[in-house]
Structure formats: C-alpha cells, structure tokens
C-alpha cells in the first residue's frame, strides 16, 4: 500500500470521528447537620434499706423523717435504738444531651443528550419542493381541461 494511500485512509477514518468528546460530570457533595440539645429531665434513685441498732445508758427518743424511722425503748436500764430507712424514690434533676444529626446529600448530574436537528433546506430542495406541488396543480388542471374538452365532445356528439 503506498504511503499516499495510507493517509487518504487515515484522513478518511479521522472525518468520521466527533468533533468533540461527550464529557459527563458527576459531583456527589454531602452535608451533615449536627444539632445538641441540652434537656433538663428528671431520673429517680432509689435509696437502699438501711437497719441499724444502738444501745445506750440514756433516756428515750424517737426520730423520723421521710427517709427513715428511729425507735428507742428502755429494757432493763438499757436504752436500745432502732434506725431503718424506709424505700423511697427521690426524682433528681439531671442535664441529658440530645443529638439531632440531619444529612442532605446533593447529586448534580450533567448529562449530554444528542439533540438531531435538521439543517435548513438548501435552494435546490426547496425549488424541488414548490415544483413538485406546482406540478400537482397543473397535472389538476389539465385532467379538469381533458374533462372538459371529453364532455363537450360529448355534448357535440349527442346533439348530432
């Protein structure tokens, strides 16, 4: 194959090619949101039963509050004293920390669609196209002339 030939080839297969590459874009971008929320809530704790006995030389007493019940007797010269702690539930105040987390994820696409649009009509295309309509109209007349001219043929015919 001569060298001449080899490029007419090669100039050839190049003319087929596009004449500029289709590039799609593809960005993904993700946005997180992050809200703390201090709340103020209320848990409860237990206190644990507690008995405890004294005994002492001393006169009577007794003692109560809403945690636990004292109870002192005297037997036998001896002051003998009870101490037990009754099961309460106290709420406590506690500061508890809520996360909010919200995320938006943006997805811009660029997508490159062939559109064929047809180019306009040279001169010669649109003389064909008024031509041919143009002759349509005329091919319409002269079959309403051959008409014409057949019935009064006709017509001439009759009356002889």
Known sequence: MKPSALLAFTLFLA???TARPVLESDSTRVEVKTVVE??????YVELPVIVEKVATLDTASVL?????????IVSGGVLTHSLATKPVREPVKVEKEIVYR?????RDRVVKEDIYIE???T???KFRLKLCSWTLVLIVIAILYLLFLLFNNFLKLKRL
């Open 102 to 106: 919200d995320s938006l994820v943006y």
């Open 38 to 43: 201090k709340v103020i809530d209320t848990a």
């Open 123 to 125: 001169f010669w295309q």
């Open 15 to 17: 003319a087929c090619g």
């Open 119 to 121: 180019k306009e009509l």
């Open 64 to 72: 109560e509050n809403k945690y636990a019940k004292s109870e002192a």
